[in-house]
């Protein structure tokens, strides 16, 4: 369905990018969509706009005046940029699951953990939970945690996340390479790792990224992230236990355009269902510098 929204430029917290969508039902047709843009420093604040959804062409209502989120104190584990990453409702409370980052002392080297903030008023604002993270780096994964994505069920909460193996720098430039972990909470704030790999990377793949969870009948279905050194593309498994899952990149449903803003790669995707059918929210070329898009499910 093309292109929704991308920065003007004039706004010096939010200059560039438009990354890692994460929509929420506020009305019928309209959805709140979080995302991070990076300001004159090059740190991502988490920024928000209103969608109003349509099977012809999506229309932007507003934009948040004001990030929602910045990056944190300096030494904090997000003092060098804040990212959305998935969103849980809980009663009237949004649990907003966010990506903390800082750089490492040696380029292109970072790190990354999971913190949690919290909207009392459908994500009008947010308040950290905590100043540290909620789920961070440890003996399971030493070197990253993020992109956690979150899915609230009846008796706990399931996380699939994305953990960081290890860096080659036996290579020019430095290659990294992470994949899809699991953990569990009874409360959606103090997890349980397990170690469990869900999605792991196949012969000649790098990456893969945030991972957007729906259930369905009999299990689950998930999209994501694959990037195989040519940049990103759009995968999709099946699970029936929400551990164990099947790759079926090929059903994904979506692909690179011949040319224009996602012709170059298509990451981060994120499904929903509404009255009107199935949509998903993605970023093109750059990581979400060329803006954030929508597909609708045919």
Known sequence: MGLVYVPDGTDRLGRTHASLPVPIQIDECVYRVFFASRDDRNYSHIWSIDVELSCEKAK???????????????????DCGVYPASIAKVDDTLFLYYIGWVTGATSPVFYTNVGLAVSEDNGETFDRYSSAPIIGRDEIDPWMVTSSFVLAEETSYKMWYVGGSHWDNEVSPWQSYYQIKYAESTD?????????VCIPLTKGEHHVSRTCVIPRKGGYEAWYGV???????VGYAKSDDGLDWFRRDEEAGIFLSDSGWDSETQSYPYVIDSDLGRFMFYNGNGFGRSGLGLAIWE
């Open 188 to 196: 959606g704030i103090r997890w349980n790792k397990t170690g469990h």
């Open 60 to 78: 932007v209502l507003s934009r948040s005046t004001s990030p929602l989120l910045k990056p944190g104190p300096i030494g904090h584990f997000d």
């Open 227 to 233: 990037n195989a050194g040519e940049g990103y593309r």
